[in-house]
């Protein structure tokens, strides 16, 4: 690990710290005149929060293929947490089969590829919403029983959505090039010169294929936007709460959720625009008024996500997943805004790399 | 001089199943676990290897191995599900799983003899240490809910009043593998175990058994 992922580990890992520490004397204490149910809430938050520490700097230390597998499983979990909780027929038992045993697996398997250099065209920004979704209507079809058709096939399609796709940009993060490539300079400068020797121009066909030949100067930056992203997520959901708590309440939509304020969405969003700027150095080569501006697309979206899974919840009844069955811990409700945030958090980022030539969108 | 015999019948002989067996048992468990998402409740209850019949609703295939999964290993050791023969030995997989994994009870369905009721076979089969999975339906269900139980509970319970019954209550699983499916979805699903019951002196069959079917419909309503 370099310097500045060392840096940020050590931040968190204080932050985590204090933050325990505090709440622990706060749940001790009686006469602290805060209600014993939101310190229950952060207590809980902070169990998991050090859970999702701990895992993400393993993963990321030992290596990005162990951080794709981990995020399978988390989308795995996460998906039949779903599946469970939206009825389903019968009929549909084949095409549920294919969701989980092939199509999940080959999501983060196209992803763990671009890792490594290959790039399929983006493919796994697509197979999802075009292939799958496709096949998940002909299969179902094809099982011949066309009760509440539309119905069935768009909670699977939801659930594919939000637990493997939107999840799977995530650790796509990963392969995004935060260096420039070092010929990216010199194409510029010789547009594609018609004499060029064959031999010579076989090495750069393969160099496009494997994009990631080259040395990246700072290899732990990728690592860093990753856990940047989910430290903004997590930070934006506790601020939210945390603003919300003030008392002048706004509500935003009492029939889905009544604990989501304006103060709480328009506060937490300032506050973490700042620490993402005062963060701003952790993940080059962005500015620190990208880094604030994200953030504050984080907030918005992860107040998005919270609401959605909310709206599901609250049709079928159930306070959250993890009482669904008993025991369980619930990793929907953990990670719903992680989910809504990531292929936002994604493209914008990649858009920025391609307007500053990090990225060619033609290749 | 002539050694004095105990009037009581022998120790029963317990042989302990090899390395192998005893791993692929808790590899299986671990399987089912993973494959079934269940979460174990126990209400008012609690595991003990003293004989019993576990008595559950009955969706699916893996009903059996999932519930014997949910047990505590020494018990899973001393427990017996009661399965169709037909089923089980059908494929050399099965039938090793059944016969060797599972320890099993088969009951032929198709031939059912005078003096060999598969009551019969199971007081025979159990003598006095195992215990007993039992599906009481008679057969799977949709799912939708728990249909009137067959008297075997009954005459089982009749002739060994002595064994406690486990209400058991396994939901989901149909949605895991439906009938007429041979691969499993792996959505979460639960198991819970009641508080035991035993039959009555001089109960009729039919009070009994709506008492037995009430006991994990309860169990159901507990949601």
New interface residues.
Partial sequence: MDAKTIGLVCGVLALLGAATAVVWVLRRRTDSGIDPAIVETFWLRIRAWWIFCAVLVTALVIAKTVTVILFWLIS?WAL??F??LTP?R?SD??A??WV?FVVTPLQFLLVGLELYGFKLYGLHSILIPVYVFLFVQARIAMSGDAKRFLDRTAKIQAGLLICVYCLSYAPALLALPLSKPPSAASRVEQPSDPTADPETSLPVSSANLLSRAYENPDPGSNARLLFFFILMVQLSDTLQYAWSQIPSKHVIVPSIHPGKTWEGLLGGAGSVALIGAALWWAIPPFPYWFAAGMSIVIAFMGFAGAITMSAIKRDRGVKDFGT?????GGILDRIDSVCFAAPVFYHFTRYWLIYHGYLDASA | MLQRLPSISPPIQVETPPVHIRIMGAGLALLAKFLSGASVRWIDSQPDTCQRVYFANHTSHLDAIVLWSALPAEVRALTRPVAAKDYWTAGRVRHYLATRVFNALLIDRTEIKVHQSPVDVMIREIGHRYSLIVFPEGGRTTGEGVSEFKSGLYYLCKKRPDLELIPVYIDNMNRILPRGEVLPVPLLSSISFGPPIWLEAGEPKADFLRRAREAVLRLKESY
């Avoid at chain 1, 669904?324 to 369980?328: E, T």
Wanted: charged content about 20%; hydrophobic content about 45%.
């Fill in positions: 795995f039949r947490e599946i469970t389903t019968p038992h084949r549920l089969f989980f669904l069955v008993a025991g369980h």
